[in-house]
């Protein structure tokens, strides 16, 4: 594939013409979030522009791979969200149903008894995926030198 120049900062390449490189983007973003100094956040991070290694569940943890790595810390970092794993009472019944190919809806009984044990099964649930949110950041503090 080709790589182009960033419309904006023309230096970083993209792989199509005529867009902005992800550090323009990752910039742009930061520009327009809401900024969280680092002791109001608590929650999950992800570092701009960061692969799937990128995700931490605190910024304390973001800190310790950093200084393990001897990586320099990022200045700012995106707020993750978490999504926890559910799965869905009704898709479970509709997946059943085309399982035997129905001509006509079948019957199903104690649908409600089904409901409410996923329902109490997607609540003892603790994995989740961590999602960026580009509108809030988190803003590292400098860490002081020794
Ligand atoms: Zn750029």
Redesign the pocket.
Known sequence: MSKYP?R??E??VCNFKGI??T??RDADAFAKAEKIDEPNWTGPVCVPNGDEDGYFNDVDALRERYEDEGWPLPPWVFVCTEEKIEIDADRILENAAELFECVEQPTFVAVDELREFVKAWNAKQTFATLNEDRTRVVVLTASVPA
């Open positions: 960033c904006r900062c230096e970083v902005v490189c550090t323009c």
